[in-house]
């Protein structure tokens, strides 16, 4: 009989990039091995692709509609300073928003159960839109003091109509916290004298089950990680995840676990034990270096990254194995976003581009 050896998962997944792979076949008789050339699966097409951005795409994030069946909106920040919201059914801008002066904006987010969009951009300002108004300026906006590129983080949960914020501070090393919509203040996180970690370089706000308050995930420019105690001001836990800034991280709160990546070619997850301690449980090798962005799936199955070398990766979320790699763009993949779990088979994950493009996928859905 003829035995076929099978190809290495990894190295599979990236040849089907190629027209044509190769098998080995081995001949008993002869007590040998042959090449064969074998087609190789296709590698996946995207559902369509958004085009009409005018400038690369920075940041993503996909709205549920409140009108049943409806697929979700999409908003999209450019490099010229621009908010598109794309509708999915005509696969075209409805909406064109510009309050950041021209200058980049690099995240924009919707607040559950509210007609409200927050946007921030290079020009210092993070602004505050009413989507069921339809008006195309801002209704409100929060003057920042940070010139770097770290997204801000919102935290729904509490009192009906506000929200928590948090945002880098005035000093290099702070994170500002504030009640919105009033801007009041909460609490301003420091690190420790001596502790050098640099610039926060993404945030990320929650509230766990077991805990009173809320906690705070900051990832840093010296490639530490750092849990943060909102209501008490202090560092729970630190963990050095990274040789590199963190560029971004993402938090599964259900399995108290989360995902990490920087300008390395390594994924860094970690969990969060009872005690609040930080560890790291597992490091993923990709093939090149730069991971832009990272976003786990909201049924936690599926982690998505953006890649500096053009391509969307997937993986399977709870053992972290290689599902398939999305070759589309012709230039950096800046970001990436799931919509919300909605029917089986419904769930969308978008990539936005250097390349002005955005590829809308429909991968590793029930049927």
């Known amino acids: ?55 690369a795409v920075n940041t993503l994030h996909f709205s549920c509609r409140s009108k049943a069946h409806s697929p979700p909106l999409l908003f999209s920040g450019s490099l010229g300073g621009l908010i598109h919201v794309w509708n999915l059914e005509t696969r075209r801008v409805d909406t064109t928003l510009d309050g950041h002066a021209g200058q980049s904006v690099y995240w924009v987010k919707t607040l559950e159960g509210q007609h409200l969009l927050l946007s921030q ?3 210092l300002k993070l602004c505050l839109w009413d989507l069921a108004e339809g008006r195309n300026a ?81 990832g840093y420019e010296d490639g530490s990680v750092i849990l943060w105690d909102v209501s008490e001001r202090s560092v729970l836990s630190r963990l050095a995840c990274h040789e590199e800034p963190v560029m971004s991280l993402d938090f599964d709160s259900g399995r108290a676990r989360g995902v990490s990546g920087s300008s390395e070619k390594v994924l860094c997850v970690w969990s969060l034990d009872e005690q609040q301690n930080l560890k790291v449980c597992r490091t993923q090798e990709l093939t090149n270096p730069g991971i832009a962005d990272v976003a786990i799936r909201p049924d936690g199955k599926i982690l998505a990254t953006a890649g500096w070398d053009h391509r969307i990766r997937l993986f399977g979320w709870k053992q972290l194995k290689p599902l398939a790699v999305l070759d589309y763009h012709s230039a950096a993949v800046h970001c990436v976003a799931f919509s919300d779990p909605g029917r089986p088979g419904e769930q969308l994950l978008a990539g936005g581009s250097k390349d002005q493009r955005i590829s809308v996928w429909s991968v590793y859905n029930q049927t």
């Open 121 to 123: 951009g290079r020009d």
């Open 1 to 55: 009989m003829c035995r076929r050896l099978s190809l290495d998962v990894e190295k599979f997944q990236e040849c089907t990039r190629l027209a044509v792979c190769q098998s080995l076949l081995f001949l008993p008789g002869r007590c040998s091995w042959i090449s064969l050339p074998v087609m190789a699966l296709a590698p996946p097409s995207p559902q369509f692709v958004l085009r009409g951005s005018q400038s």
């Open 138 to 218: 801002p209704v409100d906006s929060l003057s920042l003091d940070s010139v770097g590129f770290c997204k801000g983080s919102v935290l729904t949960e509490g009192t009906q109509g506000c929200w928590l914020l948090a945002v880098p501070g005035k000093d290099m090393d702070e994170v500002q916290v504030l009640d919105m919509p009033s801007k009041t203040s909460v609490c301003t996180l420091k690190p420790e004298a001596g502790a050098k970690v640099g610039m926060p370089m993404c945030l990320e706000l929650w509230k766990p089950a077991s805990s009173s308050g809320p906690l705070l995930l900051a």
